[in-house]
């Protein structure tokens, strides 16, 4: 057992953990933290993703003791005021959600990628999501979530200049 | 083989963080068998959780400066830290040279997991379907291996005993990968995937020299439980990539190259598929 | 607002911004004080007799509060074939049996313990392949059939392997053939898929020391899960409460039992603590069951202008070690043998059959999709030997509204949908006369390929729903519904229909995400695509009823007779004079005159549904009415397939389908892309692949792949036709399991009908499709890999 502190969407987490608990039921079991999901425990499936420091990651292969001293975001972390995001908007007019079990993934993932990238290819949203699975099919209305944002945002000059 | 499992918890065990090399290595020394190094994890948590690993001590190295770089050797090569991710790697151009590498790596898993795992780990999971290793023999890269008697560098080729079977003794860390200066050499890289996550046959490439002094590898991964060379489809294109080569090479390599059955295809169809990517990788090579 | 605000409209489902904030909680998520967690020991030999189980070690782990066996709860539990045991009691039937259960204070100790509990085993012979279990002297997997409590429309063989054998017969199908000028004669074979539901199966059970039960689970069917529990444990209904929230994913595979006897029966044992379980994707693959494998034997007879005039057909079902669903998957795979044809004469037999391998049960389009892999092959099949376009010979044998019979016997209403229009925009939007596109390299071949096909719900003839509709004070909508909500959007389309009934707003209008046995209407199960026909159908009673209480209490304030009265926008109105109008605010709750006197009260519309159409099958000849509705649809496809590596891509995709009325045109969309997607993904990559002793290989996502965004088809067109049906709801039909059903017919079509390569197995993965060429067709392999190797094209390409 140590303590670790985490800052969890902002919120700064102390916790007694074990050495061998996975950050994944850090997150879902201590901190009640239930938008992140599992669905095969080995880094497959993508349902458990989350933020930590800069990068997405699957927090079932991943020690909560890890991340002591670190960041993790996730899909609560990305609503702070109540109000949805785009993204968060665009999956709901497009039906972008079934079952909804992967949904909070889809949006953690698609909403780090529109940051970080405002004008995604069809290219490199698959590879951006080829960690992603979703077995009611919603890929091509995730596709349209994911084009609405996208055209909605302005393009910088720069990206301007290099499509002309 | 049955990859799956059906604990979600790990064993116990004892979490370690050292800052340094030497401290890593104490604690090698200090926990012996008990002991495994974890880098990004991926493999390592995976395994515990088959219980195909349970050890009692965790040596996390992600925070090791020694392992967390990369840098030019003169007159050796590129020297890979154990701990560096397969993201940073990709990045900025540091894999320049090495196409049959970036290549391989460029498709491991998801951006995710390319994001913790590290060269190092793909190569010391040792699991037959992986890309990695086929790509590093094609290079002639080695493994840095420190122990607290000193250090030792092996081959890859050696190094991958067998199915999750590495050279790698007890109070041993694997802290890097060198990578031979590349001078000139052409590689490149291909695979085949269906119905599953790993390949189901790939294979890597290097030309290096010119003339006489030509040398060639072709490794095999994923058809097999180790990577596999075949010099008969080395021959074949020793001089030169000429179209009547390159039929020659991919029908030696689809001859003599041995595959096996497994969950993820039969031997008959991996023989045709080392044809298949025979001819795509050195096709490419033609026109690159 | 106008009548028909709302219905055709594009809603979106209102439960999805809980899924995009993370806050639509799962029974993965439920977490009740004082939970203890449970722990799967599973067999490691496919058939052996326990002699021993040693729990020592297991009770020794601290935080371990039990470990249970057979022993302790030796109930037969089951819905159809009533075949299936919580643990296993004196004998395990697969690798991966239950037959222990640990309970521990935490995860980790309980799975700690599981692993030391040791079992001694007496190895029996075991049996994998369903043809080889029929023979006489096959292994026995259940030697006491005879005293299963199997549902009345079932026929177990007691003393052999096969849990239920069903027959078809209509018209006279040797005389058929004798009029026959082409024949064809086929294997078909289809491998065990699993349902791959993300949220794996748990649950979360309760027992408590006055008799009741509290259980939460991931289920698709709250009002099944109690009656099997009740029936089999000898519990009064009132006393076991079924909860669902949402649930991740179902897709046929949890419309049953699953664990919950199991969780229910521990809580009991450990002192009426809350007990959870929760399988890994391992022991889901190993452990849960999956849809089952198929062998098929066909031989159908054709004359020169492409009547089918004779369908022999044999499906032997590999159920597995528990057919307790499955014997119903094997009824309707023989009774749907003869899909949307009119076929004179067809004999089918259709064998569920017990192997030592994992439980089989129900999946989307159950039965219905595995007959479709064979139908319509065969009539692709008969279509080339014929020298006939594809097109026509459908034409020619479709089934006429109006006019044929099904192949039992029932006759096809004139309402029941428009097979020929189906036909006429499945070629339309797949383009099928026009100029197939070059293919991108010339070792590939571009080719188009569909397939038709019908089904209706699978439901014994009493299953019923209901519905109620409880106004609140500001006259907003609590609708009150059992059918369940996991990705279908059937409550978003059936308050769709409500708000346009009263007229106000879809938002006024809410149904609780929660399904609860002592809370929910009745509804029999979440199943067959039923939910939006007869829940929808219920509820429009229910606004009936609440309409009449409403008009009722209008008439004596507005003291005008009841049939000058009508309900629009939010309001009572006099017809004709719409200034005279009191909003429903004032008088669902009751009508308050100026002197507070009040007259009426809370409103509550009733409604239910039962068909009174259809009847048990005849035992001998399958005779009879088993469904309430059958929507006709079809798939097209256009590929690319790579004869160098066998790897098929789908290019396009065309989903049509006749759904009568579409509420939601979103919603059918979400449906029609999901299920093409699914059937995509089993039609090329899906297969449970089996050890010798029945283990199963691939657990997991790695090797048990699931289609991903790459492989899905971006040119997609969805269309449906609007043929509507008298008694269905608003004219509707169900559509959610129809959309996968065609997938895999369409794509083999395709293949056969560019190469003549015959693909008779499923999955069509790049091995299959490979070996299929190389044995049927070497010479086009050979001809494709000569100009695969032509590589000096790579070197012009350089100069």
Redesign the interface.
């Known amino acids: 057992m140590r303590e670790i502190t985490v800052r969890v969407n902002g919120q700064e987490r102390k916790r007694l953990v074990k050495d061998n608990e996975l950050l994944l039921d850090f997150l879902r079991e201590r901190l009640e933290v239930r938008s992140v999901k599992a669905a095969c425990w080995r880094g497959e499936c993508g349902l458990c993703t989350v933020k930590l420091g800069d990068h997405l990651v699957k927090s079932c292969l991943v020690l909560a003791v890890e991340a002591d001293g670190k960041e993790v975001e996730t899909v609560e972390g990305i609503t702070p005021d109540g109000e949805l995001t785009p993204i968060q908007k665009a999956f709901v007019s497009h039906g972008a959600a079934q079952c909804g079990f992967c949904t909070p993934a889809w949006v953690l993932a698609t909403h780090e990628l529109l940051q970080a990238n405002p004008h995604p290819s069809e290219a490199e949203l698959t590879e951006a999501t080829s960690g992603l699975v979703c077995r009611c099919g919603t890929y091509n209305q995730i596709r349209e979530a994911v084009e609405e944002v996208s055209q909605a945002r302005p393009r910088l000059a720069k990206e301007n200049l290099a499509s002309s | 083989m049955s990859f799956g499992s059906p604990y979600v918890t790990l064993p116990d065990f004892a979490y370690h963080r050292p800052k340094s090399l030497d401290e890593a290595l104490a604690l090698l020394k200090e926990h012996g068998e008990e002991a495994k190094v974890m880098g990004g994890g991926v493999g390592l948590i995976a395994f515990m959780k088959e219980r195909l690993m349970s050890p009692a001590h965790v040596i996390d190295v992600k925070e090791v400066p020694e392992l967390r770089q990369v840098r030019h050797v003169p007159g050796k090569g590129l020297s890979i830290g154990a701990a560096v991710s397969i993201k940073e790697l990709l990045e900025g151009g540091t894999l320049r040279g090495y196409a049959v590498l970036e290549e391989a790596l460029a498709r491991v898993a998801d951006p995710m997991i390319r994001s913790r795992a590290t060269l190092a780990g793909n190569l010391c999971e040792a699991i037959p379907w992986v890309d990695s290793p086929p790509a590093l023999i094609a290079l002639g890269a080695s493994v840095e291996i420190a122990g607290t008697g000193g250090t030792r560098e092996v081959p890859v080729s050696g190094f991958i005993r067998g199915p999750v079977d590495i050279d790698l003794n007890p109070g041993e860390i694997v802290t890097g990968i060198m990578l031979p200066d590349p001078k000139g050499t052409l590689s490149a890289f291909e695979k085949f995937t269906a119905g599953s996550e790993f390949s189901l046959a790939s294979v890597a490439v290097a030309l290096a020299g010119g003339g006489r002094k030509r040398s060639v590898a072709m490794v095999y991964g994923a058809v097999s439980s180790t990577p596999v060379r075949c010099a008969e489809a080395e021959q074949a294109v020793a001089d030169g990539l000429t179209p009547a080569n390159v039929r020659r090479a991919a029908d030696m390599a689809s001859e003599k190259v041995e595959c096996v059955d497994d969950v993820l295809a039969s031997a008959a169809y991996r023989r045709h598929l080392v044809k298949v990517i025979t001819t795509r990788v050195l096709r490419r090579m033609m026109s690159a | 607002m106008t009548a028909d605000a709302f219905v055709g409209k594009a809603v979106?489902?209102e439960?999805?911004?809980?899924?995009?904030?993370?806050?639509?909680?799962?029974t993965?998520?439920w977490e009740v004080p004082g939970t203890l967690y449970a722990k799967?020991v599973?067999s490691t030999v496919p058939h052996a007799k326990i002699v021993r189980i040693s729990l020592e070690s297991a009770k020794a782990v601290p935080g371990v509060v039990a470990v249970l066996t057979g022993k302790d709860m030796p109930f037969r539990v089951g819905m159809y074939a009533g075949d299936r045991d919580l643990l296993a009691v004196e004998k395990v039937r697969w690798a991966g049996h239950p037959v222990a259960l640990v309970v521990a204070e935490t995860?980790?100790a309980g799975?700690?313990a599981?692993?030391l509990v040791d079992v001694e085993y007496e190895t029996l012979p075991a049996v994998f392949d369903p043809v080889k279990a029929m023979e006489a002297d096959a292994p026995l997997l259940h030697e006491r059939m005879e005293e299963y409590k199997h549902a009345p429309v079932f026929y177990p063989v007691p003393g052999t392997n096969i849990a239920n054998r069903f027959r078809l017969v209509h018209g006279d199908v040797e005389k058929g053939f004798g009029q026959a000028d082409e024949l064809v004669e086929e294997e078909f074979r289809i491998s065990h898929v699993s349902h791959?539901?993300?949220?794996?199966q748990n649950v979360v059970a309760q027992a408590y020391r006055d008799g009741t039960y509290e259980i939460w689970t991931s289920a698709q069917s709250p009002f099944v899960v109690r009656q099997i529990i009740s029936e089999s444990l000898n519990i009064p209904y009132n006393k076991i409460t079924i909860r669902v929230p949402?649930?991740?994913?179902?897709?046929g595979g949890k419309a049953g039992l699953q664990w919950e006897a199991l969780a229910a029966m521990a809580s009991k044992a450990v002192g009426y603590r809350p007990v959870k379980l929760?399988l890994?994707?391992?022991?889901n693959?190993?452990s849960g069951a999956s849809r089952e494998g198929v062998v098929a034997n066909v031989k159908a007879g054709f004359t020169k202008d492409g009547k089918c005039v004779a369908y022999k057909v044999r499906f032997v079902l590999d159920a597995g070690a528990y057919a307790d669903y499955t014997v119903n998957v094997s009824r309707a795979m023989g009774y749907s043998a003869e899909g949307v044809y009119e076929v004179p004469n067809v004999q089918c037999e259709s064998l569920a059959v017990y192997t030592n391998k994992v439980p089989t049960t129900a999946m989307r389009g159950f039965g219905y999709s595995e007959s479709n892999w064979v139908l319509e092959q065969v009539f692709e099949r008969a279509a080339k030997k014929l020298g006939m376009d594809s097109a026509k010979i459908r034409r020619v044998n479709l089934l006429r509204p109006g006019e044929s019979h099904t192949a039992t016997g029932e006759k096809v209403r004139e309402d029941v949908g428009d097979p020929r229009k189906v036909l006429q925009t499945v070629l339309e939007g797949i383009d099928w006369d026009g100029k197939v596109e070059r293919p991108s390299e010339p070792w590939k071949v571009r080719a188009r390929g569909f397939a038709l096909c019908v089904k209706g719900p699978s439901q014994p003839p009493n299953a019923s729903s209901s519905a109620i509709l409880k106004f609140n004070e500001d006259s907003t909508i609590d609708l009150v519904l059992g059918t369940g909500n996991?990705?279908?959007?059937t409550a978003t389309a059936i308050s769709q229909m409500v708000a346009d009934q009263f007229g106000v707003a879809v938002e006024k209008v809410r149904v609780d995400p929660v399904r609860d046995t002592g809370k929910s209407a009745y509804t029999w199960q979440t199943v067959g695509s039923r939910g939006l026909f007869t829940d929808g159908v219920a509820t429009l009673r229910a606004c009936e009823d609440a309409k009449g209480q409403i008009l009722d209490l209008a008439s004596q304030v507005m003291r005008l007779p009841k049939s000058e009265l009508e309900v629009a926008e939010g309001a009572v109105k006099a017809k004709g004079r719409p200034w005279l109008s009191i909003p429903l605010r004032e008088l669902v709750f009751g009508y308050v005159y100026p002197n507070g006197n009040t007259v009426g009260g809370p409103v509550i519309g009733r409604g239910q549904y039962t068909s009174s159409l259809n009847t048990y099958l005849d035992p001998q000849t399958g005779q009879g009415v088993p469904t309430i509705f059958h929507t006709f649809g079809g798939t097209a496809v256009d590929i690319e397939l790579d004869l160098?590596?066998g790897?098929i891509e789908v290019k396009k995709a065309v989903q049509v389908f006749d759904v009568g009325k579409a509420i939601n045109p979103?919603?059918l969309?979400?449906q029609l892309?999901?299920?093409?997607?699914?059937g995509m993904?089993i039609a090329?990559?899906?297969?449970i692949?089996f050890?010798e002793q029945g283990?199963?290989?691939?657990?997991?996502?790695?090797?048990y792949?699931?289609?991903?965004?790459?492989d899905?088809p971006?040119d997609?067109v969805a269309r449906y036709v609007e043929t509507p049906q008298f008694d269905g709801p608003l004219g509707a039909r169900g559509i959610g399991e129809l959309s996968m059903i065609s997938v895999a017919s369409a794509i083999s079509n395709a293949v056969f009908r560019s190469t003549g390569v015959k693909l008779n197995n499923l999955?069509m993965?790049?091995?299959e499709v490979?070996?299929a060429i190389s044995s049927q067709k070497p010479e086009l392999l050979a001809k494709a890999?000569e100009s695969?190797?032509?590589?000096?094209t790579?070197?012009k390409?350089?100069q």
């Open positions: 979106p489902p439960d999805t911004v809980r899924k995009v904030t993370g806050t639509a909680l799962y993965y998520d799967l599973t995860l980790e799975e700690r599981s692993e791959a539901y993300l949220e794996t949402f649930v991740g994913g179902g897709f929760v890994s994707r391992k022991e693959f190993s996991f990705g279908q959007g160098v590596t790897a979103l919603l969309k979400m892309d999901g299920g093409f997607i699914m993904s090329l990559f899906e297969k692949k050890d283990w199963v290989m691939n657990p997991n996502f790695t090797s792949y699931l289609a991903r965004m790459k899905v971006k997609f999955p993965s790049p091995e490979w070996a890999m695969y190797g032509r590589v000096e790579a070197v390409a350089r």
